[in-house]
């Protein structure tokens, strides 16, 4: 397993290489720059800002002067909140994303592995068939809808729950709720067809006809199983969550990382873009490290090479 391990990280350095390169080089190919839109400043003083954090010089010397200062762990100074250290930016703001995507992962996990196992169980009954439509329409409709539906249902028309920021427990249920809905019917659905594939096999009709009862053969035998395309899924699931919440974090005023990303990239603000970027690749990368060998522990059986 240490073997694999030291391959993964090596590629996962490759690919967070990658990905800086290609953002760095994206982010300064369009057109206008992070002082243009500042009409209130002067060219000249719009020259001494490029001068001052290095944006006067060629795109490969800018390029390999933050390649060096980022491998020492310094992301620069943010071009728009001046003063402020990006990785301070980070820090202050991911603890509020990672709340938020945190709770809706649990919920989604909480709710769509019991309802996935519930729809297999029940094949071709009524229970079965709602639980299909419900995680069907979840797949469908996107995040944004269910936050504006949700504002006006729950908090213009009834009243019953705050639309903006985070500042009590209630603040968290339609941010959640809209982050969580598409995951929670994607692993219904991808539980229910992974338990269906499971129960049907011959060590599970063996338990039953020894005499184990149907929920714990269920739950002690094929939950195992079953469960491992979930974990796979849980990877791209923390990336969703903190790349989802970019526009739930917008639509409901939340001070987290995705709406400071969001602002950076409208601002031009080329160092928290940066920042930002290289963060949440790292922690994307490093999840689905992690998956892969929670899958060894989970199976036994699966060899990591």
Same mark, same amino acid.
């Given at each position: ?26 982010? #300064? ?35 390999? #002067?933050?390649?060096? #200062?980022?491998?020492?762990?310094? %992301? ?56 299909? /439509? ?19 249902? %729950? ?56 005499? /184990? ?13 079953? +469960? ?23 639509? %409901? /005023? ?10 950076? +990239?409208? #601002? ?17 990368? /490093? ?14 059986? +699966?060899?990591?090479?």
């Amino acid at each position: 397993m240490g073997k694999y391990i030291l391959k993964r990280m090596g590629a996962a350095l490759l690919t967070i290489f990658l990905v800086v390169t290609i953002t760095f080089f994206l982010m #300064n190919l369009v057109p206008g720059g992070p002082f243009v839109a500042e009409k209130s400043i002067s060219e000249q003083a719009q020259n001494a800002l490029k001068e001052k954090f290095g944006l006067d010089k060629p795109l490969i010397v800018q390029y390999k #002067n933050y390649m060096l #200062n980022a491998f020492h762990g310094d %992301f620069g100074l943010s071009l728009k909140q001046r003063g402020r250290n990006v990785t301070d930016i980070i820090s202050s703001k991911f603890p509020v994303s990672a709340r938020l995507g945190g709770i809706a992962v649990l919920v989604a996990l909480l709710l769509g592995i019991p309802l996935g196992s519930v729809a297999a169980v029940n094949r071709g009954k009524w229970v079965d068939n709602l639980i299909i /439509v419900i995680a069907t329409g979840g797949i469908a409709v996107p995040s944004f809808v269910l936050c504006t539906v949700g504002m006006y249902v %729950f908090g213009v028309h009834l009243g019953l729950l705050p639309t903006f920021g985070l500042t009590s427990p209630l603040h968290y249920v339609l941010p959640v709720f809209a982050l969580s809905f598409y995951p929670t019917a994607y692993i219904t659905r991808l539980m229910r067809s992974s338990m269906l594939d499971v129960i049907g096999q011959d060590y599970i009709r063996t338990a039953r006809a020894k005499g /184990v009862s149907q929920f714990f053969s269920l739950f002690k035998h094929a939950l195992r199983n079953a +469960i491992l395309p979930v974990v796979t899924y849980v990877g791209p699931l923390l990336a969703y969550t903190l790349t989802g919440s970019f526009i739930v974090e917008r639509i %409901f /005023v939340i001070p987290g990382l995705g709406g400071q990303f969001v602002s950076s +990239i409208m #601002n031009r603000d080329y160092t928290v873009i940066m920042g930002t970027t290289i963060f949440l690749a790292t922690l994307v990368i /490093v999840m689905n490290t992690v998956v892969d060998i929670v899958y060894k522990l989970i199976d036994p059986r +699966i060899q990591l090479n």
